[in-house]
C-alpha cells in the first residue's frame, strides 16, 4: 500500500512579506526522497501565488517580470506581544478557507496520512501552528512532523507552541526516514533513499507552470558571522555537483512560464561562489553552453570577495539580472563581526569588475545591515553613502536575532526583548526597541535611501549605456 504524505507550506502572519523568489525547497526536497522511497506525495503550498484554488476565487496573480510579486493578504489582529508596533498585521497566502480546502483534497482516500510542514522565519511560528491545528481539524488521525528552520532554530518553542507529533531540528533528512521506518514498520527507507547528495527539489509537485524556479548549489557557508544561522543549520559546507544542477534545471525547465522573452531561475545559496573554480564557473560554462532563454537572479547576498573576472564575466553572460552584493557596513566593527568576509576593499573590486563585464553600476544592489545591536543611524547612513558613491542600489537588510547566534543575546539584552518570544525577532519591530533609532525615524530613513536610489539610478542610467537586462515591470 502507498503511504500518503502530505507536504505542507504554512502561509505567513506579518507586518511585510513578499514573493521574492520564495519556494519551500526544503519541503520539496523531501518531496524527491519521499517519492523515490515510493510515497504518494502531496504539496499544500500556502505561498502558492497560482495556487489554484486562489487564482479561480481571485483570477490570476500580478507578476513582474522576474517572476516574483505580491501575495494574497488579509489583515489580521496582531498578536498582544505586536500591538504597540504601528504597522498593519496581515496574513499572506490562501486564505484559511482555501487552505483547509487544499488540505482536504491533498488528503482525499488517505484516512491517517502522514503531514509534513516545514517551517522559515522564527517569528512567523504563529501561522504555523494555526496551520497545523487546522490540518487537525480536517484529518485528526493523521501524524504531523514539523521541520525547517524554526524548528531548527526553537525546537522546544514548537513543540509547546505548535504541538505536531514530533519536531525535527536540523537539516540532516536521515532522523526523519528513521521516524518514518517506525511510525510505518518497514525498513530500508533511511539507507536507499536518504543522502545530502539526493536532495532534489520535486516541482513536478506543482500541478501548474510556475513564474521561476528557485534552486540552491550548495548548503552551509565557510564564514560563520555573527548575526547569522546559517552554521547552525548546515554546520559544513557542501556543494552540488554542477551535472546534478544542470539535471534539476532540464527537467523543470518546461515548468517555467516566460517572462518578457526569459524564464526566471533564483539561486539561494548561502556561498554561491565559493571554490568558484570547480562549482560556479564550470556550472555557468555549462549553462551558458546550453543555449537557454534564462534569466538568472541571487536575492540572498554574495561574498564580493569571490567575484572574480571571469566570475563576473559568467555572470553577465548568463544574464545575472537581480545581483545584490553583501556590503553590510562600512565600519570596521561589523565587518569583523561579518567574519572578514567583507572589506571595503574586496566590495569595490567586486563592483569594479562587474562593471568590467559590462553592468552599469544601477544594475547592481548592495545589501547594508540596519538595527545590529548598538548601530546608530549615522553608522548605517555611511554605509549607505559608499555604496551610493560607487553608483549601486542600497537594499536595507533589517537585522532580526536569530536563537544561538553570538549576537543574539547581547541583542535581547540591549533592546529589552524577551528571548523567548520569537514574534520579537522580527525585522520589522526592531526600530522600536532601538532607543538610538525609533519607529518613525527609521521610516524617514527609509524613505531617504529610496529616494537617493531613485536619484543615483536615474542619474547612472542617463551617464551609462549599460546593457544589463531591464524589461516591462508588471505583467499578468
Ligand atoms: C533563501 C533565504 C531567504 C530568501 C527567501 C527566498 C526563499 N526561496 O525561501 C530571501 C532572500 C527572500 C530571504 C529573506 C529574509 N531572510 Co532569509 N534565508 C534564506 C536562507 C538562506 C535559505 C532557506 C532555504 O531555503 N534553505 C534551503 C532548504 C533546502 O533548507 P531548509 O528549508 O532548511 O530545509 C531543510 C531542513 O530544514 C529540512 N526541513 C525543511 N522543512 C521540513 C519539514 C519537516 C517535517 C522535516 C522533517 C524537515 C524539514 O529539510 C530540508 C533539507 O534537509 C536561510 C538560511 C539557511 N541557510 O537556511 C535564511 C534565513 C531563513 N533568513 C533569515 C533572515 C534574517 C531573513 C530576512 C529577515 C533578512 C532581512 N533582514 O531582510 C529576510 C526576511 C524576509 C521576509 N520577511 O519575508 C534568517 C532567519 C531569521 C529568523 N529569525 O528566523 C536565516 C536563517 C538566515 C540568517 N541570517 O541566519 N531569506
Redesign the pocket.
Known sequence: MQHRAI?VNPP?Y?F???D???????????GGLLQRAGFDVRLVDALDRRHPLLTERYGPPKVKHNGTGKYHTEVISKPAVLSHIPRTYRRYGLPEDLFLQAIAVAGEGASQPIV?????????WPAIADAICLVREVFPKATI?????????MPDHARRHCM?D?V?P????G??FT?LEELLGVSGIKDNYCR?EM?K?DYDLYNHPLDYL?L?TS???PFH?D????G???PELRQFPPEQMIEQITRHVHKINEHGRAKNI?F???ALLVHSEQHFEPLFTKIASLGLNFRFHA???LHCRFITDNVARLMYENRFEMI?LSYEAADARWQTAGNGKVSDQSFTTAVERLVKAGYAPHELQA?I?A?LPGQTLDEVAASARRVHQLGLMV?????????G?PLFKQTCRDYGIDPNE?LL????VLPVFAQTVGFEQFEQFKAYISRENQRFSAASASATTGNGPKEASVEH
Open positions: 507536504l505567513i506579518d511585510a512579506a513578499y521574492l523568489f520564495t519556494k519551500p525547497l526544503g519541503l520539496l526536497h523531501l509534513l510542514v516545514s517551517s522559515m522565519m522564527t517569528y512567523w512532523a514539523l521541520g525547517g528552520v524554526y524548528a531548527s532554530l505536531p514530533q525535527f536540523g537539516t540532516e533528512p532522523k526523519l521516524w545530502v536532495l527539489p528557485t540552491i548548503v552551509g557557508c558571522c548575526y547569522c544561522a546559517s547552525r543549520l548546515w533564483a539561494i545559496d548561502d536575492p540572498n547576498g545584490r545589501y545591515l538595527g537594499r536595507l537588510c533589517q537585522y532580526s536575532p536569530i536563537p547566534t520569537p525577532h522580527n525585522n520589522s
